[in-house]
């Protein structure tokens, strides 16, 4: 039984794969295939690179209609439903207070004004945002709202890579980006279960 490990940086964290199987080869173009679809997921989901589809919805949506592939207009549904069936505890809105409490991206946390405060909450909210699946396209109703697909994009990469060492035929593997989200096929070769 071989073991092949793979990491890469991306969406902020490291992803790692633990494979095993028969043939390293096949083990390691396989992983090297499920890293490079979370490589491309950043890309397209990305809130800090100026050419990802989320950065371009939250240059112009305040603007104009923008649209999306359907691969990340599906993942805004899922959001806007996530959003309803927590009652508003999952929403990928929350850029403004992030930013407003230093922490996104790599600053270290501050604590902001009342005014700082009140103007971030004017623009958080999914009901600040207009999805239209006639076109794909988003709308944001006032200016400074923005999406940030953080809390969504980690899991859903770890899911689309996970699809495609299953397509691979992998049968034993682990996948986790940053060790909060992971994903198992089957069992480690020591054991019955991850």
Known sequence: METVTLACRAMNTRFELVLHGANAGSLRAAGEEALREVERLEAQLSLFRPGSEIA?????AAREPVRVS????GLLERSQQLRRETGGAFDITMAPLLR??????????R????????????????????LDGADFSVRFSR????????????????????????DAGVTSAL????TSTVFAIGA???GDAW
């Open 143 to 166: 200016e400074g709202v923005m999406l940030d697909l953080g809390a969504i994009g980690k899991g859903y990469a770890v899911e689309k890579a996970a699809e495609i060492l299953r």
């Open 100 to 109: 407003c409490w230093g922490m996104l991206g790599r600053n270290v946390g």
């Open 56 to 60: 371009r919805v939250n240059a112009l």
């Open 175 to 178: 996948i986790h980006g940053g």
């Open 111 to 130: 604590m902001p004004g009342a005014d700082e405060l009140a103007a971030a909450r004017s623009v958080c909210g999914m009901a600040l945002v207009e």
């Open 70 to 73: 359907p691969e990340t207009f």
């Open 188 to 190: 480690p070769p020591e």
